[in-house]
């Protein structure tokens, strides 16, 4: 009798589902599970709390390039329904993105217009918490996956993983990013400090907004043999002044280049000569020893912090130590990863100067 009650309840429950348009028509409740998400506080600690998603979602809203590219490497990209409108317009790659519509920018989507698509999950990386909480009272279960804080891309690859029940292709994804970084870690652990170039890390959102501790890249630069002169500024993304960094006089200078600079659909390099002339020129960076050395590079944040800086971890560490990865070809690693994950060719200009 109990067992009569219990299966009369679920049909019960999945025809006021139904009615209500959450689920399909023919569609069972879908099984839910409960996963991590993953936050790393200014001081490198990591944080994290549960959620619960529907495993595996079938309408699946993705605000991000980070976890939009992540989906195609796990195979599942025919989930999406929609993105955010910068990976569609700006990114423009994987190419599923270009075939879904978008509901506004990935801080700020249109709430509107996600309710509207019923979406099973939507997975964001920077969302204001005010419109995930009204996505959530609407009852849409949201994940968030930043794939740009690299201590923990390779956890949140494997969260991806349970959810859409592709566990051992995530596995193999993530294994081999955490190999990239080994080889690249085993290389520099041995440098004194002595041996270790300064570097100066701009983003590309705005002069003088750095990197510390909390920043995705603020590891790559440890990782790489380097060492991140806002290193202690106590805040994962600080604006600092051209007269703070002439004083640290930072012997390696990267400049984060945006989507219109390098990436997927750029072919040439006209546009990053330009911007690293106005970089090596710029107040605060002229007289330091990466502008005399000529030591100041430019490079896309696809390929850094985020799914693909295994390739882009390459580039950095070749820059600070040319010697210790002269038998490495960081444009081979990555189009590897290519192949390998992505099932295709690469193309597009990834860094500057490429030597």
Known sequence: ???????????????????????????????RITVAEYFVAPNGKIEKKTVRVPCPPNRVVVLGAYPAEMLKALGVEKAVIAVDES??????????VLEVPDVGSSFTPSVEKI???????????FMRPELRSQLTRAGIPVLRIYGYKTEVITREIRTLGLVFNRQERA???????EKQWRTVQERTKELSSRQKPKVYWEYSTGDWRTGGPGSGL???????????IAADQGLANPVVSPEWVAAKN?????????????????SDTKKLEELRRQLMSRPGLKNTNAVKHGRVYLISDLITCAPRGAAGEYYVAKWLHPELFK????????REMFNKFYGEELRGVWVYPSK
């Open 218 to 228: 603020h590891p790559l630069i440890e990782w790489a043999g380097g060492i991140n």
């Open 171 to 177: 596995d193999a994804y993530a294994a081999y990013i």
């Open 327 to 334: 038998d490495i070809g960081p444009e081979a690693v990555h």
């Open 1 to 31: 009798m109990r067992r009569y009650w219990m299966v009369l309840w679920a049909v019960v429950l999945a025809a006021v589902l139904l009615a209500a348009g959450v689920l399909p028509a023919g569609a069972a409740p879908q099984k």
């Open 250 to 266: 930072p012997d390696v200078i990267i400049k984060y280049a945006g989507r219109e600079y390098a990436g997927w659909t750029v």
């Open 87 to 96: 990976t569609k317009n700006k990114t423009q790659w994987p190419g599923y």
């Open 115 to 125: 309710v509207a698509l019923k979406p099973g999950l939507v997975i964001e990386a």
